[in-house]
C-alpha cells in the first residue's frame, strides 16, 4: 500500500491521473479487470475526492467505463477503435512523409538519430516499456517536422493509444522490438534520402501489420 500524502488535492488529482493511468497503459490494471473503489485507495494512498476527478477523466478518454451497478472496468481495445486509429494514422502520416521527405533540417536528422539510438539500447535490454515510449516518439517527431500544428496535436491527442497498441503488438509478437527498430530505422532513412515512394510504402507496411495483429 502507498504512503499517503498530504499534498494538496490539486497535485494530488493529478497524481492519481498519471498512475491509473499509467498502470493501464502497462496492462498493471488489464483490459477488462474490474477496479473497486477501495482496490484504488489501496493503490494510490488517497482518498477517493482525487481518484473520483481522476477515473471521470480516464472515462472521458476511454479508458475506464464507470457505472454506478457495475463499477469502474478497464475498457477492452474494441477492433473497431483500433481500426479506426490505425486508418487515421495511416492518412496522417502518409501526408507528413510527402512534407518532410528530404526536407528534414540537420537538427531534424540529429533528433531522429537520438530517438533511433534509444530505441536499439532498449530493445537490446528487452525494455517493452520504455521501448514503445520511444516507438510512440519516433511517430510524433514526424508529425512535429511536418510543421503543421493540427496534425500534431491530433497525434499527440492519441498517443496514449498509440502506446498501448504498440505495447500489445510488441508483447504478442516475439522479437517485435527489434523489427519495429529497424522498420523506424528504414522510414527514417528514407525520409533523409527523400525517398518519398519508399518512405510511404514503407509506413502502410508498418501500420498495417499493427492492425492486423489487434484485429484479428
Do not use: W
Not at 83 to 103: H, K, M, N, S, T
Not at 164 to 176: K, S
Not at 190 to 197: A, K, P
Amino acid at each position: 500500500m502507498r504512503t499517503k500524502t498530504s499534498q494538496p488535492p490539486e497535485l494530488l488529482k493529478e497524481k492519481a491521473y498519471r498512475l491509473i493511468h499509467e498502470a493501464i497503459l502497462n496492462e498493471t490494471f488489464e483490459p477488462g479487470q474490474f477496479l473497486s473503489e477501495s482496490k484504488l485507495i489501496d493503490f494510490l494512498g488517497m482518498s477517493k475526492t482525487p481518484i473520483k476527478s481522476a477515473l471521470d477523466r480516464l472515462e472521458a478518454e476511454g479508458f475506464v467505463q464507470v457505472s454506478p451497478k457495475q463499477g469502474i472496468i478497464v475498457k477492452e481495445l474494441s477492433h473497431d477503435k483500433v481500426r479506426d486509429i490505425f486508418e487515421l494514422r495511416v492518412a496522417l502520416e502518409l501526408y507528413v512523409c510527402d512534407q518532410i521527405a528530404g526536407r528534414l533540417k540537420k537538427s531534424d536528422i540529429e533528433m531522429l538519430e537520438r530517438n533511433l539510438a534509444e530505441q536499439k539500447l532498449l530493445a537490446d535490454e528487452g525494455n517493452e516499456p520504455g521501448f514503445t515510449k520511444a516507438d510512440s516518439d519516433f511517430h510524433l517527431l514526424l508529425s512535429r517536422f511536418s510543421g503543421n500544428a493540427e496534425i500534431h496535436s491530433v497525434m499527440t491527442m492519441y498517443q496514449a493509444h498509440l502506446y498501448r497498441f504498440a505495447l500489445r503488438v510488441i508483447r504478442r509478437v516475439p522479437n517485435r522490438m527489434s523489427a519495429a527498430y529497424e522498420d523506424h530505422r528504414e522510414i527514417a532513412r528514407s525520409l533523409i534520402e527523400g525517398d518519398i515512394e519508399t518512405c510511404k510504402r514503407l509506413i502502410q507496411e508498418h501500420l498495417a501489420f499493427g492492425k492486423g495483429i489487434l484485429t484479428t
